[in-house]
């Protein structure tokens, strides 16, 4: 089992930055690949970023490259989204995810708002 809790969504207005974080316990952290995901009003949830277990490997949605970066701190459990020039279409509660057997996420967090205004 694995327990996850976001922080650090809010209210910015656009072009505004802001860090998520996702701590991590239950199981071995530097173990198994972490995600974040988001879903905004009215749509389905969508990828964002990944990292793999020991964070040399990252992916991105193209809407968020370049300027959200995936990073993890094993030695804290936790993994992070550094969200730069944020845009009114990023708001979202943003979910962070374990992959602990390489076959999908099976473990989510409760969210965390974010809201961009113009």
């Known amino acids: 089992q694995v327990q996850l809790v976001e922080s650090g969504g809010g209210l910015v207005q656009a072009g505004d930055s802001l860090r998520l974080s996702c701590a991590a316990s239950?199981?071995?952290?530097?173990?198994?690949?972490m995600g974040w995901f988001r879903r905004a009003p009215g749509k389905e949830r969508e990828f964002v970023a990944s990292?793999?277990?020991?964070?040399?490997?990252?992916k991105y949605a193209d809407s968020v490259k370049g300027r959200f970066t995936i990073s993890r701190d094993n030695a804290k459990d936790t993994v992070y989204l550094q969200m730069n020039s944020l845009k009114p279409e990023d708001t979202a509660v943003y979910y962070c995810?374990?992959?602990?057997?390489?076959?999908?996420?099976?473990?989510w967090g409760q969210g965390t708002q974010v809201t961009v205004s113009s």
């Open positions: 239950g199981r071995t952290f530097d173990t198994y690949a």
């Open positions: 990292i793999n277990w020991i964070g040399s490997a990252t």
């Open positions: 995810a374990a992959d602990t057997t390489m076959t999908g996420y099976h473990y």
